[in-house]
């Protein structure tokens, strides 16, 4: 049953597992179980997706119930009215605790060059006995805060891997030693990329609302793996509006 933080009569917002697609895809067409199918039997009734999440990230995913609603929820969408916050653990730790990764992204469709956003923040570092690379004695990793201000693909990901911090757990887009050495050594086999809040404006009641999605399992299990400090009122869920 999935994990649903927010619903009133005109949207529903689920924690999204990791490892769950949205809906039906070409790219996955053996599959046969999907967050859109799954909520639509749990509350009995259609909804859409108002915005997308890669298929490996978790954390939370905005449906609509009324399909007259979606226009006015993916403008915002669009004009970047909505705030989206995500955590994410990566390799190293960056030299510039605070900053704007402002690296055009090339499009998976078109093949043209776009405007790519994304803001991040150390929120803890951490290190290790074990040396993941053969060159050092130990390893480094950060857990990062981050805000994208555009929703390109594999945005997050693709931007990290450009400062070379990858994130932990991204095959597509991640160090390939570094994601055995936690296989090996921690059982992760899930990626570290969590959307951990969502901020925009109600549809209808035209109140703020926001809604934050509790860690999974895997992610809270590396945090301690890690030894990376908590804060459970960072992690704790609340909705407002």
Same mark, same amino acid.
């Given at each position: 049953?999935?994990e649903?933080? #927010?619903e ?9 597992? =990791? ?10 067409a053996d ?7 799954? @909520?639509? $039997?749990?509350?009995?009734q ?17 449906f ?13 969408? =669009? ?37 790519? @956003?994304?803001?991040? =923040?150390? +929120? ?5 006995? #074990? ?8 390893s ?10 555009t ?27 570094q ?6 050594? #921690?059982?992760?086999?899930n @990626? ?5 809040? +969502? ?33 459970? $009122?960072? #992690?704790?869920? =609340?909705?407002?509006?």
């Amino acid at each position: 049953m999935l994990e649903i933080l #927010f619903e009133d009569e005109y949207l529903v917002a689920i924690n999204k597992p =990791s490892g769950l697609l949205v809906h039906r895809t070409s790219i996955a067409a053996d599959e046969a179980v999907f967050a859109l199918q799954m @909520l639509r $039997d749990q509350i009995g009734q259609h909804v859409s997706p108002v915005h997308r999440l890669d298929r490996p990230t978790s954390g939370i995913l905005l449906f609509s119930k009324q399909e007259q609603i979606l226009p006015l929820l993916k403008e915002q969408f =669009s004009n970047r009215s909505v705030q989206k916050t995500y955590l994410a653990i990566v390799r190293g730790i960056p030299a510039i605790k605070s900053n704007l990764i402002d690296h055009p992204l090339t499009s998976e469709r078109s093949g043209k060059l776009q405007e790519a @956003l994304t803001h991040y =923040s150390v +929120l803890n570092e951490a290190e290790i006995p #074990f040396d993941t690379t053969g060159r050092y004695p130990s390893s480094r990793y950060s857990l990062l805060e981050l805000k994208p201000e555009t929703g390109r693909t594999h945005q997050i990901r693709r931007h990290l891997a450009h400062l070379r911090h990858y994130i932990i757990g991204d095959k597509k887009h991640g160090d390939n030693k570094q994601n055995q050495f936690f296989e090996k050594q #921690f059982g992760l086999k899930n @990626l570290l990329l969590h959307a951990r809040e +969502l901020e925009l404006k109600h549809p209808i009641s035209h109140e703020i609302l926001k809604v934050s999605a509790p860690l999974p399992y895997h992610f809270q299990k590396t945090c301690l793996d890690l030894g990376l400090p908590n804060e459970p $009122d960072r #992690f704790s869920t =609340s909705t407002s509006g």
